[in-house]
């Protein structure tokens, strides 16, 4: 288990079962991202306060503008936690700090922030990651479950085939198409030939928007509130 005496922060793998629970009660999806997925734990103070989950992402090509192979970067994809006292720019620091010691020949996270959540990115700019603009809008569906889709897992025939499974999707028929606002970009380098090559990348970041998305928690709420994580 890796840990950090500030704050008594440690960090260690986590179950399914207790990132299923993370993310269906602390963060505003209330759901596990498509599997595979690496699942980081945190505990303040010895008590369970969430998970950091990393994963390929939805995006197959998501590493290709970098020139990286599948197996020398990863999405973060969910900061699911509760109440904390530590900030989460530094939580996600120990979480990155462990992942990289236990991922040889990974060289470089990308991350995403939902700007139709009231999301702009603070935890990622406090962190000191390099933000490269927003992504194009996109198409999403809401599923009669009531949870929204992207658009890989609603298909005319009902099924589809991610990362080499096959699995049973919602139909456009079935749901309520959904057109989103592109997401902004974070990346964060391992080394510094990576951070050499992103760097001209970099854009000036996002301000807090003055007022988040009615219905959602807004990032700007505060970094130590439950269900404001990513």
Same mark, same amino acid.
């Given at each position: ?113 939902? =700007?139709?959540?009231?999301?702009? #990115?603070?935890?990622?700019? !406090?962190? +000191?990651?390099?933000?490269? @603009? *927003? ?73 807090? =928007?003055?007022?988040?998305?009615? #219905?959602?928690?807004?990032? !700007?709420? +505060?970094?130590?509130?439950? @269900? *404001?994580?990513?």
């Amino acid at each position: 288990m890796s840990s950090s005496s500030k704050s008594d922060l440690q960090v260690d793998w986590a179950t399914h079962a207790a990132a299923k629970y993370a993310c269906e009660h602390w963060h505003y999806s209330g759901s596990v991202p498509v599997p595979p997925l690496v699942k980081v734990g945190v505990w303040e103070c010895g008590n369970f306060i969430g998970v950091i989950l990393f994963s390929r992402g939805a995006n197959n090509n998501m590493l290709k503008p970098f020139r990286l192979a599948v197996t020398e970067g990863c999405e973060l994809t969910r900061v699911a936690l509760t109440s904390h006292a530590a900030p989460v720019s530094r939580i996600i620091k120990i979480a990155l700090k462990f992942l990289q010691a236990n991922s040889p020949g990974l060289r470089l996270i990308v991350s995403f922030a939902d =700007p139709s959540e009231g999301h702009h #990115g603070g935890i990622y700019q !406090a962190g +000191g990651w390099i933000y490269t @603009g *927003r992504q194009q809008d996109s198409i999403e569906w809401l599923a009669p479950d009531g949870k929204i889709w992207h658009g890989r897992m609603v298909k005319a025939k009902g099924w589809t085939v991610c990362h080499g499974v096959r699995r049973k999707t919602w139909k456009p028929d079935q749901c309520t198409k959904i057109v989103k606002p592109g997401k902004h970009r974070y990346l964060m380098p391992l080394d510094a030939e990576m951070r050499a090559r992103i760097e001209p990348l970099a854009q000036p970041y996002p301000k807090r =928007p003055k007022q988040a998305t009615p #219905g959602t928690t807004s990032e !700007a709420a +505060g970094q130590n509130r439950p @269900g *404001r994580s990513k």
